[in-house]
């Protein structure tokens, strides 16, 4: 029997010393040196009873190997390969401890493999069972704590994330303890601590978390290593949430600038995810162009890649955004469609990025008006998602957010306030500072103005400010959304100077954090001039409304809805003011004549 063995050599200390690419390239080839040791070497091994645990360790640390590549299905077919090796090799009557151990390892690996396709509860509950023998076994901690964090992990994508916290963060504690503060294994757990708080829209606790996080893995790995690339880029994504792109936009670019300069990574898929975080910095500023361009790069290069996972599915979906955003209305329709076509053909209707394409596609439909096919997407996503996750998760939420402001849009005010209601009086107390709550708030003060109720819409809007403020931050512009809701609330009450201040507030916010040519800037614009207007300062109206036109059509294009609709009412303004302009010479000759 031949059996393959790496062993790594020390980083040598002192005037010889490999830099950081170095080591990571040594790494990197090492990986592959591995995997091509490992194969040959099962190749060249007859298995035949007794079981050789060697042998063994070896298929299961293959098949381990080729899941950190993402080659889910080769390592797949290894972990199996090894459980019938136990089957064939061992006699379940004479089945020692070690050998049982050696099945609980292996239906960890097949669990967390086969989780997607079996579901996440079937994974939860065949994790926890070997957890619990695992235990009653007294195996070692370290392989506990294995099984802990594939718990962990699937319990992460299924949503379900207060149990998924609780679970990294003991997680954590014991890799602590056993290794120390600088250990890669506790910093991971870490990182994972803070993903799991952004996805709980905590991102504050987030920023802090995965800063500890950065300064630790930057003191025992270096600036340049891939884990703390990856807890920077987490870093970004966190910026952007919290609505502070350039800080965002700096990072991302400095974690590519990074890999640009490692050899091992510089093709990787890794690459293609942070710019795709590049792309969503220029969405959320409006330059839709160079969005679109940096997806169909990052699409193409997943092609070249042969790439076939969720980022597939998710980068056409982005592409749909871009094209959505535009006002290509049948482009992003397409490629929402090509995204779950290509999808639904190969996973399970619960798959998320499956989910996410038939979100975009009901906003699509949204936006032409087809509210009822809208809805009837939204309606199958929420029967997924309530046979996937608990009642009261923030991802069914979010669905219902979507549905109650369809219904707004179809002029049912009613149904949609008891959609908001619902979402609001059924939160967790953990999710009441999620971003979907409070826009679920915003949003109700919204319909309460159309309805005409301004005192409970400037109450809700006043809720929303304070909290947005307390857990975020007043840098984002859905904060200042609420300051342009409260206008509209003050020119509908006839306080047209505080209207005028808060549209004044609102367009400073957005030109500050966004930039000075973004759509929202152009849209406070037209709602200062509809408070002139109703003023009957039609010049000034006049201005305001052609600056919003002009800045409409530069941003968006000619043919996008917010021109368009401007440029229905812009008409009319300079009809008024040309009659008002002639009205007054016509009539003071009138009277002049009527007076002699």
């Given at each position: 029997?031949v ?25 990197r ?26 042998v ?14 993402e ?27 070690d ?8 239906d ?10 079996r579901g996440?509860?079937?994974?939860k509950?065949e ?22 964090y ?95 792109y ?13 890999l ?45 890649l042969?790439?076939?996972s969720d ?48 979100s ?7 936006l ?18 309530l ?33 908001f ?14 971003q ?19 005192r409970?819409?400037?109450?809700v809007?006043?809720y ?14 859905e ?19 505080r ?10 916010g ?19 001039g509809?408070?002139r ?12 409304y ?7 059509r ?25 009659v ?6 016509v ?5 002049w004549?009527?007076?002699?």
């Open positions: 029997m059996v393959a063995r790496l062993k790594l050599a020390p980083v040598p200390d002192g005037d010889n010393a490999m830099n950081e690419e170095e080591c990571h390239q040594d790494y080839s090492g990986e592959q040196l591995a995997l091509m040791l490992f194969e040959q070497a099962l190749r060249d091994t007859e298995l035949t009873p007794p079981l050789d645990k060697d063994l360790d070896m298929m299961n640390l293959l098949g381990a190997r080729l899941r950190r590549q080659r889910h299905g080769e390592a797949l077919q290894w972990h199996m390969k090894a459980l019938g090796y136990i089957r064939m090799a061992s006699s379940p009557s004479r089945e020692t401890r050998v049982e151990l050696k099945v609980l390892e292996t960890r690996h097949v669990a967390t493999l086969l989780a997607y396709h996440h509860d079937w994974a509950e994790l926890e069972r070997v957890l619990a023998r695992q235990e009653a076994l007294g195996e070692r901690v370290i392989e506990m704590l294995e099984t802990r594939a718990l962990a992990m699937v319990l992460f994508e299924a949503s379900s994330w207060p149990e998924a916290l609780q679970a990294f963060e003991m997680v954590q504690r014991t890799r602590l303890q056993e290794y120390g503060e600088c250990h890669p294994a506790t910093l991971e757990a870490g990182h994972r601590v803070g993903m799991v708080l952004v996805r709980m829209g905590r991102h504050k606790d987030a920023l802090n978390k995965q800063m500890e996080i950065l300064t630790l893995r930057t003191k025992a790995l270096g600036k340049s290593h891939p884990s703390t690339l990856d807890t920077m880029d987490g870093i970004a994504n966190i910026y952007e949430l919290l609505g502070r350039d800080e965002a936009l700096s990072l991302y670019r400095h974690v590519l600038d990074k640009a300069n490692n050899s091992a990574l510089i093709a990787s898929s890794w690459v293609l995810s942070v710019k795709s975080g590049v792309a969503d910095i220029h969405m959320r500023q409006a330059r839709y162009d160079v969005a679109l361009e940096i997806y169909s790069e990052v699409h193409e290069g997943l092609s070249n042969d790439w076939t980022q597939t599915c998710l980068t056409l979906s982005n592409i749909g955004r871009a094209n959505r955003d535009m006002g290509y209305y049948t482009s992003a329709l397409g490629n929402f469609e090509r995204a779950i076509l290509e999808r639904g053909t190969k996973h399970g209707e619960g798959d998320v990025a499956l989910l996410v394409a038939k975009g596609k009901a906003s699509v439909l949204e032409q008006g087809r509210y009822n096919e809208a809805l009837q997407l939204h309606e199958e996503i929420l029967r997924i998602d046979n996937a996750l608990d009642h009261d998760n923030i991802e069914i939420f979010r669905t219902v957010y979507y549905m109650g402001s369809i219904a707004a849009k179809q002029g049912r005010y009613r149904h949609a306030l008891r959609l209601d619902h979402i609001m009086n059924n939160l967790k107390p953990g999710d009441r500072s999620h979907v709550a409070l826009v679920t708030a915003r949003t109700k003060a919204d319909v309460l103005e159309q309805l005409g109720r301004c409970k819409a400037l109450k809007y006043s929303f400010l304070k909290e947005w403020e307390r857990e975020h931050t007043r840098s984002h512009p904060y200042y959304f609420a300051r342009y809701g409260i206008a509209r609330v003050y020119a509908q009450q006839g306080k047209y100077e209207a005028l201040r808060s549209f004044k507030a609102a367009v400073n957005w030109s500050t954090i966004l930039r000075p040519d973004h759509p929202f800037v152009f849209m406070g614009l037209e709602g200062q509809s408070v207007l109703q003023q009957g300062h039609l010049i000034e109206a006049c201005k305001l052609k600056q919003a036109l002009r800045g409409y530069a941003a968006l294009g000619d043919q996008h809805p917010w021109p368009l609709r401007t440029s229905r009412v812009f008409p009319g303004i300079v009809f008024r003011l040309v008002r302009l002639f009205a007054v010479p009539g003071f000759l009138c009277s004549h009527l007076l002699r």
